[in-house]
């Protein structure tokens, strides 16, 4: 599966950006997708993850609240609302898929995105 990120830009902080990540291929509905993050300097993280039926998403502690992960099967899109931005939100966002259910460790994902800048300034 190929993977396209978007939606990405320069926010100010409290404010808010739904990135995109659109999927090729007719198996995006058997995927399980997560959202990471890279700041400069710093190792990918993840930021929150959805199930193939989107019954289940899981969040990492600071954006809980404030993020949602969501996806529409139908249109092969997964979306990360990201509300009440802060200047630590700012990194390259990627989308990733994996076969399999939940993981937040970034390796075991096999397909990426090509990630999508996020700048929040304060």
């Known amino acids: 599966v190929q993977l396209q990120a978007s939606g990405g830009g320069l926010v100010q902080a409290g404010g808010s950006l739904r990135l995109s990540c659109t999927a090729s291929?007719?198996?995006?509905?058997?995927?399980?997708m997560g959202w990471f993050r890279q700041a400069p300097g710093k190792e990918r993280a993840f930021v929150g993850s959805?199930?193939?039926?989107?019954?289940?998403?899981y969040y990492v502690d600071s954006v809980r609240g404030r993020f949602t992960v969501s996806r529409d099967n139908a249109k092969n899109t997964v979306y990360l609302q990201m509300n009440s931005l802060k200047p630590e939100d700012t990194a390259n966002y990627y989308c990733?898929?994996?076969?399999?259910?939940?993981?937040?460790?970034?390796?075991?994902?096999?397909?990426w995105g090509q990630g999508t800048l996020v700048t929040v300034s304060s």
């Open positions: 959805i199930s193939w039926s989107g019954s289940s998403t």
């Open positions: 990733a898929a994996r076969s399999g259910g939940y993981s937040a460790d970034y390796r075991v994902y096999a397909y």
């Open positions: 291929g007719r198996t995006f509905s058997s995927y399980y």
